[in-house]
């Protein structure tokens, strides 16, 4: 890998555990750098990341909310 790899993987800590969890990432990440950009949207997508996730999480937290205070009533 070249420097700008390791020093991009070393400095995210999420990225760092899922290339450790996925260890066929440093083969494709030794062929080409440009992969940098997929292996993070694999593990956004792994770690629930996302904006939609984000998005569903912000939902459901509403939701109990409006439901307690329903239960208050």
Same mark, same amino acid.
């Given at each position: 890998? /070249?420097?700008?790899? =390791?020093?991009?993987?070393?400095?995210?800590?999420?990225?760092?555990?899922?290339? $450790? #969890?996925? !260890? !066929?990432?440093?083969?494709?990440?030794? $062929?080409? $750098?440009?992969?940098?950009?997929?292996?993070? #949207?694999?593990?956004?997508?792994?770690?629930?990341?996302?904006? #939609? /996730? $984000? =998005? #569903?999480?912000? !939902?459901?937290?509403?939701?109990? =909310?409006?439901?307690?205070? /329903?239960?208050?009533?």
């Amino acid at each position: 890998m /070249d420097l700008f790899t =390791i020093n991009y993987v070393k400095t995210n800590p999420m990225v760092y555990q899922y290339l $450790r #969890e996925n !260890s !066929s990432w440093y083969k494709l990440l030794n $062929r080409d $750098r440009n992969n940098l950009k997929y292996l993070e #949207e694999e593990m956004k997508k792994k770690y629930k990341l996302t904006v #939609e /996730d $984000r =998005i #569903e999480k912000f !939902s459901h937290s509403m939701n109990m =909310i409006s439901a307690f205070m /329903d239960v208050l009533k």
